[in-house]
């Protein structure tokens, strides 16, 4: 492939991300991208080495990665575009710097395409380390819904305090892309569900390699569901008191509760069985009241179906993105439109099933990967906020392994044991 | 002699039997010209004067003309009518030959008519019907203006709209009537053979039950007649009114559909239908009894309907047989007309899912609806010597066998916990952990009984005569099935609202009309008026003094004139303008349903303590809410219209104007109240309930009850325009299609609660808003059908190209602010909800946010589509004919706001049949 060289510096803007047309062009004719970088103010781009950009085209899956970013000529196509380099930091420190673009049209004779970069900097807090949303089974073949269940890790080296940590699930669908208006996506997480964890700051330690477990339901759902499994030993468990009988939820006095601040349904909340939404925990530094008060979101947008558009107006709530401490975007290959959080809190997602309605999703969930196992033998994840990197899709969950329980409706046990769904565990 | 020569039109008998002087005596025979014998009742009118006379028994009549040349017509239903001059009275007797349509090759009435009467009546015939190759009645309204041909739906019930535009989704879709505006349909009265089709006491629907569900799309339980259940083959003719009615009608709000079937000597005659969802097959044949005027009726038709042709799970079969004897008897009064029939008429739905595809392996649905009818009555026409001119009696008695049937799987998610009993107050419930199968049985035995008592006198005048009429009707509702029945610890879903119902239970409910009318025929000077004024009363006179009902008597004025013009002819053709205008109220009183809802069961619960170690337990406290509303008021509908009707030289046109207003249509609506019940702490897990630490809560909670919330209101204007054939083409063309205008909107606020929960607690557990409606929009389209009906005798071949375009189509969603005027909170007490209101930390959230573009009109422009129809004789006893809709089709891609391209597909639908006629 040919390639071609320009690199605009910090302060070249342009308006546009999406590429001119010219019809004119026979379509196979490679296009040169020119890629326009901005990087956070704070680092000096002589700092910056090790760039890579990586072009995966939607279409066939086919992926081009190159070193040389300043001279790149790609087929037209849609891509999702990943940037990374490495930097250092004016305190010396080592950094990554990472940036990425979803659904870029390359076509015309030349495209221009502007990337925002952002730093990462490993979390120094609980991170999440596998989402179990699909839930089990009947033996009939019946969606069981109660056992979905979330495990956050200590991926650090030092204690840290689930107090006050708050779950949240995104408003948006992953799956339909809108114009919502007011957008603010870049700025904010809109969210649709907040549980907290409760307690003064010191309650909920979770030592360096631990595992915190929240459960939707936390009891043994064997009873319920003989192909599900028991969820007794949950750390907590998000309950919906409800006086109505019609839609009740399962209270297990011996597994506290975490504190509700908002959920948009009055039923009891499970997680998105077909995995639609981005789950995230964020550390919200003002009290519920205050934010309850405060961060309401109401935004406009339309809804575009191949019969028509439907304007509609929604009601959420927003989480600004510094307090974000880990989201993990999940979708299904088959709808994916975009990413519902910013880029810089995470620029992939992750998957149980690959079509809408997905049959072979149930009996799995989505894991975080083993970076390495230190000496000590404590785990560390791998974060790098692109959960397409981060996550292992489709795996079977830790809980199911670690008690040996039904795989699939059939009723067939799970007989591995793994780290994180596919490093086995010795 | 032929049968249906018996037929007899009272509406023509008008007579001007007073002359001041110079009266000229003109007798005359009328004779079927195919047979050659005496017609009876025939009309027969002096058109420049206005006076007309019927014949007697043997087709004389004489009538006393007042001066000479004058005109004279001559019309019988089923026959061209004819006209002629006469010239002098020196002849003994005018001999007078009527020619039968059907034998009249080359003029065959393919298409609705309207019969420029004084109600807005149309008619469509056996010939129409025929041509139309409809599966069930509801493929008739086809031929009504402001209809287009559509494919059958066996899916789902199908309700009648007149003059109305439906329901119409937020993308220009049309679907089923909407639950919240049902009451045209359930105020549209089917008459078959002088009986009404009662659907009072039909409670076939499962309370509570999920929109979706197969059991819910076909419930037909205050939406009127299912159309899918009226076969058309044993049907003479159909005659629809839209207008104002005359005052013997009642109990509606729309209009009235009378079918009359078909009676007289018949051919053996065998249909066989065949297209994309059905197979239709009939038979009957119709004798007399030896040499006498006798005459049976025998008819049997089977359908059976797939709603998808792909999958055999979904089906709908109707299966229906009739058996009508017609007795005629002379005597010195007059004549006396007996009839009795039996019928029979089964529908069987059945939809199930397929154990391979779907998830939950077992969900099936079958409601079958056996309806027995036995139905008699006389008619005494009296000679003409008597004022007294009829005198009619009519009975029916319908009995149905309606059994739905529900089995299903159900799987708990998680634990769902149950009420064990149906009675108030505290107990235990149970926790429902496993898949179970849940049975569901709702057991109908619909009982409706019929009379009707009737009779019109005539007096004649000079300038002015009456023609009187009175009468009664009582009608009664009762069902005597089981109910609903399941057993509480399987319902059918975790979540399950009401409990088991006998509908024996119920009381009977009685309706109880009368109606007295005047006819006033005046001549003037070639002009001709007839003007009716009638008035109907109904009650219901043996509901319960809870009700406000009770006692009272509703009035529907009925008021039509019409004005004839003198006739003139220019351009050497005779022109012919009649101008017509109405003003009446309808009445239609609440269904069984309605009068008596299930109860409310309101589960709340104590204690939730799931313990699979120790002792789980569910404490509950049921408290019952009579639903009924005591309130209920029936719906009334202010109608009127203006008419115009001109025919020249053969060629008509007739335009309406109809306006309807109906504020007090049903529906039902939720109200809330509070509800204080004890909240146990479930913590500490072995005590026993009483030493339990607790609390009372106080939550509002909703009950559903029938009210008169809705809103509809109609006007348009319709239209028909039908020419002369041309000869040398053998073509007619008939453009019919009207402008309608249809607002459905909520007349009170509606309570709706929020789903946010907020710390914890649920908003709508303390305080629920009342809002606009939200479920009212306002409807318009225009629609034209231009039909060319072309027919060549000579080789028995019938084709007509229909070129139907709805030239828009346009929808607005009614202006909501979502912000609630009141709100009630766990006092009970409804405050209005001021601006402090939105800025307070819970009642904020009862703000509901709208995009304004929301309630912007939605337009979808012009669609066309070509239909063809073709029959063709073939020999002497063999008649094939067979339909393609959407030969063609234009539909132009269109743009919305967004700037996405709607683009528009359809896809024909034919199919063909052969008619024996042996």
């Given at each position: 492939?040919?390639?071609?060289?320009?690199?605009?510096?910090?302060?070249?803007?342009?308006?546009?991300?999406?590429?001119?047309?010219?019809?004119?062009?026979?379509?196979?004719?490679?296009?040169?991208?020119?890629?326009?970088?901005?990087?956070?103010?704070?680092?000096?781009?002589?700092?910056?080495?090790?760039?890579?950009?990586?072009?995966?085209?939607?279409?066939?899956?086919?992926?081009?990665?190159?070193?040389?970013?300043s001279e790149i000529k790609m087929l037209p196509g849609l891509y999702d575009v990943n940037y990374a380099a490495s930097v250092t930091l004016p305190s010396g420190a080592k950094g990554a710097l990472l940036g990425s673009k979803s659904g870029v049209t390359v076509s015309g004779t030349q495209c221009l395409l502007e990337l925002s970069t952002y730093q990462m900097i490993p979390t120094d807090d609980l991170i999440i380390a596998e989402i179990f949303f699909t839930g089990t089974q009947q033996p009939s073949g019946t969606q069981y819904r109660g056992d979905d269940y979330i495990k956050l890790y200590n991926n650090t080296d030092h204690i840290v305090y689930a107090d006050g940590l708050t779950l949240f699930e995104s408003k948006l669908n992953t799956t339909e892309r809108i114009d919502h208006n007011p957008n603010i996506i870049n700025t904010d997480v809109s969210v649709q569900v907040l549980y907290t964890v409760p307690g003064n700051g010191t309650e909920h330690p979770v030592n360096p390699g631990e595992y915190l477990l929240i459960a939707d339901t936390g009891i043994d759902h064997r009873d319920a569901n003989p192909n599900s499994f028991d969820l007794s030993h949950a750390d907590f468990e998000w309950y919906d008191q409800s006086s109505s009988a019609t839609n009740i939820d399962i209270d297990n006095p011996d597994v506290p509760n975490l504190d509700k601040w908002y959920s948009y349904t009055k039923s009891y909340y499970v997680l998105h069985n077909r995995g639609f939404k981005a789950y995230g925990i964020a550390r919200i530094p003002i009290d519920k009241d205050t934010y309850i008060n405060d961060y309401k979101y109401t935004y406009n947008y339309t809804l575009v179906t191949p019969a028509g558009e439907f304007p509609m107006s929604a009601d959420a709530y927003r989480i600004p993105n510094e307090w974000v401490v880990d989201v993990v975007n999940c979708s299904i290959e088959a709808k994916y439109a975009w990413n519902v959080t910013a880029p810089e809190l995470d620029c992939g997602w992750t998957y149980c099933g690959t079509i809408d309605q997905d049959k072979t999703r149930f009996f799995k969930s989505v894991r975080r990967k083993v970076q390495l196992i230190d000496p000590a033998g404590r785990v560390i994840l791998k974060d790098t906020n692109n959960s397409t990197e981060d996550f292992n899709p489709e795996c079977v969950p830790s809980e199911i392994e670690l008690q040996g329980t039904a795989i699939s409706a059939a009723g067939d046990k799970a007989t591995t044991i793994t780290y994180d769904g596919v490093t086995p565990r010795m | 002699m032929s049968l249906s020569h018996r037929f007899i039109l009272f509406s023509t008998l008008f007579t001007t039997l007073l002359q001041a002087n110079a009266v000229i005596k003109i007798n005359g025979v009328t004779t079927d010209a195919s047979t050659g014998e005496p017609m009876q009742y025939a009309s027969v009118k002096i058109i420049t004067e206005g006076k007309a006379t019927i014949?007697?028994?043997?087709?004389?009549?004489?009538?006393?003309?007042?001066?000479?040349?004058?005109?004279?017509?001559?019309?019988?239903?089923?026959?061209?009518?004819?006209?002629?001059?006469?010239?002098?009275?020196?002849?003994?007797?005018?001999?007078?030959?009527?020619?039968?349509?059907?034998?009249?090759?080359?003029?065959?009435?393919?298409?609705?008519?309207?019969?420029?009467?004084?109600?807005?009546?149309?008619?469509?015939?056996?010939?129409?019907?025929?041509?139309?190759?409809?599966?069930?009645?509801?493929?008739?309204?086809?031929?009504?203006?402001?209809?287009?041909?559509?494919?059958?739906?066996?899916?789902?019930?199908?309700?009648?709209?007149?003059?109305?535009?439906?329901?119409?989704?937020?993308?220009?879709?049309?679907?089923?009537?909407?639950?919240d505006y049902t009451t045209g349909a359930m105020g549209t009265a089917f008459i078959v053979d002088g009986a009404l089709l009662s659907t009072d006491s039909d409670m076939q629907s499962i309370t509570g039950i999920n929109s979706s569900d197969a059991s819910a799309k076909r419930n037909s339980v205050n939406k009127g007649i299912d159309m899918r259940s009226i076969s058309t083959d044993n049907i003479e003719s159909v005659e629809v009114q839209r207008g104002i009615p005359s005052a013997e009608y009642g109990n509606i709000t729309s209009g009235i559909v009378k079918i009359n079937r078909r009676k007289g000597s018949t051919p053996f005659t065998a249909r066989f239908k065949a297209d994309r969802f059905s197979k239709l097959f009939s038979a009957g044949k119709g004798f007399n009894i030896g040499q006498s005027d006798k005459m049976i009726n025998i008819d049997a038709g089977y359908l059976d309907s797939k709603i998808d042709p792909r999958d055999s799970h979904e089906n709908f079969q109707r299966v229906n047989a009739s058996i009508r004897a017609n007795l005629p008897l002379n005597c010195n009064y007059g004549l006396w007309k007996w009839h009795t029939s039996i019928d029979y008429n089964a529908t069987i739905d059945a939809a199930k899912a397929d154990p391979d595809l779907n998830e939950n392996k077992i969900d099936i649905f079958k409601s079958s609806k056996h309806n027995f009818g036995w139905q008699g009555g006389f008619n005494f026409i009296a000679g003409t010597q008597s004022w007294l001119r009829t005198l009619d009696f009519d009975a029916s008695i319908r009995y149905g066998l309606n059994r739905l049937e529900r089995h299903k799987l159900v799987a708990p998610a998680r634990a769902a916990a149950v009420p064990v009993t149906s009675e108030p107050g505290v107990h235990d419930g149970k926790y429902l952990m496993r898949e179970y199968i849940a049975d569901y049985i709702v057991d109908g035995k619909p009982l409706d009984i019929f009379m009707k008592l009737k009779s019109t006198a005539y007096f004649p005048g000079s300038v002015i005569s009456h023609s009187p009429m009175a009468g009664a009707e009582y009608t009664m509702a009762k069902n005597l099935g089981d109910g609903q029945i399941f057993e509480l610890l399987r319902p059918l879903s975790a979540s399950w609202p009401t409990r088991p119902r006998k509908y024996s239970d119920i009381p009977a409910m009685q309706l109880l009309s009368f109606f007295i009318q005047d006819n006033i025929t005046l001549t003037a000077?070639?002009?001709?008026?007839?003007?009716?004024?009638?008035?109907?009363?109904?009650?219901?006179?043996?509901?319960?003094?809870?009700?406000?009902?009770?006692?009272?008597?509703?009035?529907?004025?009925?008021?039509?004139?019409?004005?004839?013009?003198?006739?003139?002819?220019?351009?050497?053709?005779?022109?012919?303008?009649?101008?017509?205008?109405?003003?009446?109220?309808?009445?239609?009183?609440?269904?069984?349903?309605?009068?008596?809802?299930?109860?409310?069961?309101?589960?709340?619960?104590?204690?939730?303590?799931?313990?699979?170690?120790?002792?789980?337990?569910?404490?509950?406290?049921?408290?019952i809410e009579n639903s009924c509303n005591y309130d209920l008021r029936p719906a009334r509908n202010h109608k009127y219209e203006f008419r115009a009707a001109i025919n020249w030289g053969g060629n008509r046109l007739s335009v309406s104007y109809f306006n309807e207003q109906m504020s007090s249509a049903f529906r039902y609506e939720t109200s809330f109240a509070p509800y204080t019940f004890t909240r146990y702490d479930d913590s500490p897990s072995s005590l026993p309930l009483e030493s339990l630490p607790s609390r009372q809560i106080t939550i509002l909670e909703g009950v559903s009850r029938p009210t008169n919330g809705s809103n509809i209101k109609k006007s348009g204007v319709e239209f028909q325009f039908t020419t002369q054939r041309w000869k040398t083409i053998g073509t007619s063309v008939i453009i019919n299609g009207a402008?309608?205008?249809?607002?459905?909107?909520?007349?009170?606020?509606?309570?709706?609660?929020?789903?946010?929960?907020?710390?914890?607690?649920?908003?709508?557990?303390?305080?629920?808003?009342?809002?606009?409606?939200?479920?009212?929009?306002?409807?318009?389209?225009?629609?034209?059908?231009?039909?060319?009906?072309?027919?060549?005798?000579?080789?028995?071949?019938?084709?007509?190209?229909?070129?139907?375009?709805?030239?828009?189509?346009?929808?607005?969603?009614?202006?909501?602010?979502?912000?609630?005027?009141?709100?009630?909170?766990?006092?009970?007490?409804?405050?209005?909800?001021?601006s402090d209101d939105a800025i307070h930390p819970i009642k904020h959230f009862l703000i509901k946010h709208y995009n304004s573009e929301l309630f912007d009109t939605f337009t979808v422009p012009l669609s066309m589509y070509l239909n063809v129809k073709i029959t063709k004789k073939v020999g002497r006893w063999l008649s094939l004919s067979a339909f393609v809709n959407r030969l063609i089709d234009y539909q132009p891609d269109y743009s919305v706001n967004s700037g996405i391209t709607i683009r528009r597909t359809s896809t024909p639908y034919f199919g063909m049949e052969a008619t024996f006629t042996i």
């Open positions: 492939m040919k390639k071609f060289f320009l690199l605009s510096l910090v302060g070249a803007l342009l308006c546009t991300t999406s590429c001119s047309d010219d019809d004119n062009i026979t379509p196979q004719e490679p296009v040169s991208v020119i890629i326009t970088l901005t990087h956070p103010e704070d680092i000096d781009p002589s700092s910056v080495t090790d760039e890579s950009v990586t072009f995966k085209n939607r279409t066939t899956g086919e992926e081009t990665s190159t070193s040389n970013i | 014949t007697d028994g043997e087709g004389r009549w004489h009538l006393e003309a007042a001066s000479l040349p004058c005109r004279i017509s001559v019309t019988y239903i089923g026959y061209q009518s004819v006209d002629t001059a006469i010239t002098d009275n020196r002849a003994q007797q005018i001999s007078i030959a009527l020619k039968p349509t059907s034998l009249t090759t080359g003029d065959v009435v393919i298409t609705a008519q309207e019969k420029g009467g004084m109600h807005g009546e149309i008619k469509i015939d056996r010939n129409a019907m025929a041509h139309l190759q409809p599966t069930s009645f509801a493929d008739l309204l086809e031929l009504l203006p402001g209809n287009m041909a559509k494919d059958p739906e066996m899916g789902h019930a199908n309700s009648i709209t007149l003059r109305e535009t439906g329901t119409v989704t937020a993308l220009g879709a049309k679907t089923e009537l909407s639950d000077g070639g002009h001709s008026f007839d003007f009716q004024a009638g008035i109907r009363g109904l009650m219901l006179p043996a509901i319960d003094k809870k009700y406000y009902l009770n006692g009272r008597l509703y009035l529907d004025p009925r008021l039509n004139l019409v004005w004839n013009l003198p006739v003139c002819n220019p351009g050497g053709k005779e022109l012919r303008i009649t101008l017509g205008a109405g003003y009446g109220m309808t009445t239609r009183m609440p269904s069984l349903d309605q009068l008596y809802p299930a109860d409310t069961y309101i589960d709340l619960i104590q204690l939730n303590r799931y313990a699979p170690s120790g002792e789980s337990r569910v404490n509950i406290r049921t408290f402008w309608l205008h249809t607002e459905y909107s909520g007349s009170q606020g509606v309570w709706r609660k929020v789903n946010d929960v907020v710390n914890n607690i649920a908003v709508s557990d303390m305080y629920v808003g009342l809002y606009d409606d939200d479920n009212s929009r306002t409807n318009e389209q225009f629609n034209t059908n231009i039909t060319f009906d072309t027919q060549i005798p000579r080789f028995g071949l019938i084709v007509t190209t229909s070129l139907q375009c709805l030239w828009w189509l346009s929808t607005k969603r009614q202006y909501v602010s979502g912000i609630p005027t009141e709100y009630i909170d766990t006092s009970g007490t409804i405050s209005t909800f001021t």
